[in-house]
RNA sequence: GUGAGCGUGGCCAAGUGGUUAAGGCGCCUGUCUGUGGCACAGGAGAUCGUGGGUUCGACCCCCAUCGCUCACCCCA
């Protein structure tokens, strides 16, 4: 075969659109009753956006960004995610100006440059959405819960919702300090990523998974975050929890989350499937109060998350708990002679008209090979016209579940006509 | 970027050195010259991923390359 799709792309092929348009529909309907408003931004932004947007230090940048040079020399990226574009167009368009918080949520295509596997691919689609202008944790329960309600709606119901507060750059600081001192006197004991990580993003050694090594024992001793939050941090944490307990939200504190991103304060979240190995997130956001000043706006507040929808639909279909229902027409046109062509696509085209499903059979085959084209379509009923027909005025109108058929003239076709064949 | 496994018609898949590369699904046709589902018969569709090498001879062995898949890193 000569041509395929790129890399780490996929066709959306038919059988699959239920799965797509479920979970789309699902995301609108829960946004829409949190009054979150619809956006769309552009595919690419300035390079730099991203740069800043999502640190210069994390992988994204470093080594998954989808960058050019346009004609015009200028150096665009394919976005890898969608906040920083969001906070741009909240900046661009003056959105301070509005009631704050302004409520976003956008479904769009994401793209990062990595080598492909089991969800995982360098063109996803995500939907997200941002809150932006409010800095209190009943913001953050309102995503968290509004995230539970999309997964649930969309068809998971068993979940593992993992959050944790990772304070803000008042307090962070001293947090790490207590890692760092906490990993420098056993240094010997860590795998050699984890030293990379010591040096350079010390967070990120609680992520590590490798078992070869003392790092699980190091993690399950190390600090946790939520222990070294400065008074406000520790009060939107509180706050938050008392929110969650109150909406009977099942949550996970894990200490060990802290995200890839660099622009997350406080609160962080991630959700995985019951059983899950590996790059299994279905969502993942949380507050990013530095961020816009950062983009150069005044500082905003602001939480959001992503959630990938191919993930959601390898959820479903591996679980097989989501029923499909086919397409199928109402009725087949057969026809045999070009008179009685001519006749059909006026009658097909009436008929669809008053709302029904039509399908003209394949053109030149004869009446045999139209009603197998029929039955493999699983039509429910045919409509034949030959000269018979035609010379009479009345059309054979045939039900395909029980093979009865009666005449019916052919200028009073309607979609009344299927209605008492038995 | 690192490591592993795998590449035979649209899909699944046999063949592992020797005349025309099985079979199944699907598609089309006929048996039934104007009536589907079943059955039977037939047809179309493959330069065996690509390039090189070994050999009298390669789908099969060797090398390279590309692609796919999975894992690591990290994430949706």
């Not at 802290?258 to 959700?271: A, I, N, Q, S």
């Not at 997130?281 to 992503?306: C, H, N, Q, T, W």
Request: with cysteine.
């Amino acid at each position: 075969m000569r041509y395929r799709s790129p890399r780490g792309t996929q066709d959306i092929l038919p059988e699959l659109q239920p799965y797509w348009h479920h979970i789309v529909q699902s995301a609108e309907n829960i946004a829409t009753k949190y009054n979150y408003k619809k956006i769309d931004t552009p595919m690419f932004e300035d390079t730099d956006l991203f740069l800043r947007g999502v640190g210069e230090g994390t992988d994204i940048v470093e080594k998954e960004m989808y960058t050019f040079l346009d004609r015009g020399g200028d150096s665009l990226t394919l976005r890898p995610e969608g906040t920083a574009s969001i906070c741009r167009a909240y900046i661009e368009h003056g959105m301070h100006t509005l009631p704050q918080p302004v409520r976003l949520y956008y479904i769009a295509p994401a793209f990062r440059y990595e080598r492909p596997q089991r969800g995982r691919f360098r063109q996803h689609h995500q939907f997200g959405l941002e809150a932006i202008g409010d800095g209190s944790p009943i913001i953050d329960a309102e995503i968290i819960e509004l995230a539970y309600q999309y997964l649930y709606s969309a068809g998971i119901s068993k979940m593992q919702f993992m959050i944790n507060n990772i304070g803000d750059k008042s307090c962070r600081p001293m947090f790490v300090n207590a890692l760092v001192e906490f990993y420098k006197k056993r240094l010997d004991d860590i795998c050699e990523d984890c030293r990379l990580r010591f040096s350079k993003n010390p967070l990120r050694l609680l992520d590590c998974k490798r078992t070869d090594y003392l790092c699980q024992q190091m993690i399950g001793d190390s600090p946790h975050t939520v222990d070294y939050l400065c008074t406000e941090c520790d009060e939107h944490w509180n706050r938050l929890l008392s929110y969650l307990d109150s909406l009977n939200i099942n949550y996970i504190i894990n200490p060990r989350l802290v995200r890839g991103l660099d622009y997350y304060t406080k609160t962080v979240f991630e959700v995985h499937p019951q059983e899950s190995g590996s790059q299994t997130a279905l969502l993942g956001g949380g507050r990013y109060d530095g961020l816009m000043e950062e983009l150069g706006s005044k500082p905003v507040p602001g939480i959001g998350f992503g959630s990938g929808i191919e993930r959601i639909v390898g959820e479903l279909r591996t679980n097989k708990n989501f029923v499909i229902k086919e397409l199928i027409p109402d009725a087949i046109m057969i026809h045999i002679g070009s008179p009685a062509s001519l006749e059909v696509i006026k009658i097909a085209s009436s008929l669809r008209n008053e709302g029904m499903n039509i399908v003209i059979a394949p053109d030149g085959r004869s009446l045999r090979g139209q009603m197998r084209y029929a039955e493999s379509m699983k039509a429910s009923y045919v409509i034949i016209i030959g000269q018979n027909e035609i010379d009479s005025g009345l059309a054979q109108v045939k039900n395909m579940s029980n093979g009865t058929q009666k005449s019916c003239p052919i200028n009073e076709l309607s979609p009344d006509s299927f209605s008492n064949i038995d």
